[in-house]
């Protein structure tokens, strides 16, 4: 079969979708994506859009019977749903396997810690008897810092809990680790099991969202290699096909803690997109489609910094025209969702230097002039 | 108003017009394209497909009723119609005064003569008396060789001459150039007057169509010069916001001349995508819609290589998984042509290499293996 024949089908159609999407179409390829927003971001460059919530299975069973291959780019959709569609012999990577486990945030740490990957200390929570100073979480659902709740001392053990759901949803409570650092490593698996590790990522977060990536990071070589080893060690307990992130704190003492794996390209592997020949969304398209992977490595210090929405309404960006006029090593990327909402991730922009001090000076000008406000 | 509200229209949905609308929508931009082949290779990413002849006022007018900015990704099209729209106070980039000159060779080389850009002797052809030894052409609708008859010597008068209409239309006669090399320059001119001018590209071309693209070019820091040196008087003929393309040719003694101007991203500037931060066709993005340029430096020697259909039929794309199996550093571009015919361009590829002559080599390699056939 001509490899380009292939329709890829994706369930979700946010930021991650779309800029999928603007890789797979390069290589001409077919795609339906499944989303539950008539104005998701995918929507104008899908060859189709099925309308459904993500965990609509009959809507799974149509898209399925559309497409070749299955990705999605988003982890908190109906895995149930997709193993069932497995079992019928539809091709999902990765694996609805893969994600069920990642999907709760307890068995990952489970079988994280089952391979030898140092993680924070975590017990599951039956009762608020079991709380104790760390960090609470749920143990599904959670992202960008949703889902958590930091028990810094008993007194705040009362609240934390009542905040996560009080008992009725599982939580589990983590050590709570005092990073001096996160970083968060990409990586891409291929069908036949060849992997490619992209340059690790140094991130900075505000409010528990992402605020900017720092390319590359600023770490020892020998907490690099540390972290890449890791990254490869996780690759091998999650066995999908295609890119992963691997979120990690790095401590004072440079002890590493896997803090968190995504079963798709991620928030802070945007900046390969410009830092690098075969970007996340490339060799993640290339991976599910059964082409081997492109060159991952770095090719100038790079920066990317989120675009959160400023306030609510109708989505407007401010400062293109400036911040493009003072520095011309700035591209900015805009998913196009109508609604801006405060902290949404309404786009993000990259900027490139020789130096990393210099990519984190344009960024950090940049980042005082453009802005995304509801209007 | 929000730049990114603009609302693009593009004439044309052939492969230059898909990347146009990939860069587009980085920024979220709408599209509405406008083409005769409901299967053009833009159309699964436009917002809407105007299906129209390109010479059709009609459909030309029912899409300045849509958007914001009118551009078109080829040259071939209705130039009377885009006047008439501009006296009705749509907006055109390039403008219609200067796709008019362009699409004229003879107007286009005595614009360029009168600014003093050297240009091959020519001379208007108004009958078989008129000819002798020298390049034949039709003044209007040539394109990849297309519309040139070459009269190596008075034998060969009456075999061109009719093979461009014997008189039925306009033609004139240019001066041989027996070039050593064929170079072209990439150049964007944004609303306001500004300019950017990507590194000079050398072209390879087989039966008169762009075969390999070479960056940077293998001429001296002087030639260098000096062809950038005529680009930028060439950008200030033709008055145009958008992206333009200087082919030119070098001679032995590293004479230059002005062959052809296009008045859009072309084919040779595709090395732009991997080769620099900002490419021709984000540029050209940035330019009709009034945001300043991003940066044009090479990041690395990159070679561009077409992917002309072998055959004729349904097409289909060989040797991608081994390429790529051999190669990192190779980059497929499929256009999403449905019809394979030969000679067709189907697609590109891209490879870069730290040193230039590691990916002429890296390429030469890969164009024994991708093929795209007709089926």
């Not at 019977?65 to 569609?85: M, S």
């Not at 396997?97 to 999907?103: A, F, G, M, N, V």
């Not at 009762?127 to 609470?136: V, Y």
């Not at 100038?300 to 910094?305: C, D, G, K, Y």
């Amino acid at each position: 079969m001509d490899i380009t024949k292939k329709r890829i089908g994706i369930i979700g159609g946010g930021q991650l979708g779309k800029m999928m999407i603007l890789e797979a179409k390069r290589l001409g390829f077919y795609i339906v994506t499944l989303d539950p927003d008539t104005d998701c971001p995918s929507k104008s460059i899908s060859d189709e859009l099925i309308v459904a919530a993500l965990d609509d299975v009959t809507a799974f069973r149509k898209l399925a019977g559309k497409v070749d291959v299955i990705t999605y780019e988003w982890e908190l959709i109906n895995a149930p749903a997709l193993k069932i569609l497995e079992e019928d012999g539809h091709v999902i990577y990765p694996s609805a396997r893969s994600l069920e486990i990642i999907q709760d945030k307890f068995l990952q740490n489970e079988a994280l810690k089952a391979a030898g990957i140092p993680v924070p200390d975590f017990k599951k929570v039956h009762s608020i008897a079991d709380l104790s100073p760390g960090m609470l979480k749920t143990t599904k659902g959670g992202y960008d810092g949703k889902g958590t709740a930091l028990i810094k001392t008993e007194a705040d053990i009362g609240v934390a809990y009542a905040s996560l759901g009080a008992g009725q949803k599982p939580l589990m409570l983590e050590e709570f680790v005092d990073f001096a650092l996160e970083i968060s490593v990409i990586a891409c698996r291929a069908i036949n099991g060849a992997k490619v590790i992209y340059p690790i990522a140094e991130n900075i977060h505000t409010n528990s969202i992402l605020d900017t990536t720092i390319v590359p990071a600023r770490i020892s070589a020998e907490t690099e290699e540390k972290a890449l080893s890791i990254a490869e060690k996780v690759m091998n307990v999650f066995e999908g096909v295609g890119t992963f992130c691997v979120e990690m704190f790095v401590t004072k003492n440079n002890d590493i803690y896997v803090n968190e794996v995504a079963p798709r390209p991620h928030n802070s592997g945007h900046y390969t997109i410009e830092g690098c020949f075969a970007n996340q969304f490339e060799n993640h398209i290339r991976a599910i489609t059964g082409l081997p992977f492109g060159s991952v490595g770095l090719k100038q210090p790079t920066v990317m910094v989120n675009l959160l929405g400023q306030s609510d309404g109708s989505a407007m960006l401010i400062g293109a025209e400036e911040a493009y006029l003072k520095d011309p090593n700035i591209r900015i990327h805009l998913y196009g969702k109508p609604q801006s909402k405060k902290a949404r991730k309404m786009g993000h922009f990259t900027v490139i230097d020789k130096i990393i001090e210099g990519a984190i000076e344009r960024a950090e000008r940049a980042k005082e002039i453009i802005k995304v406000i509801g209007t």
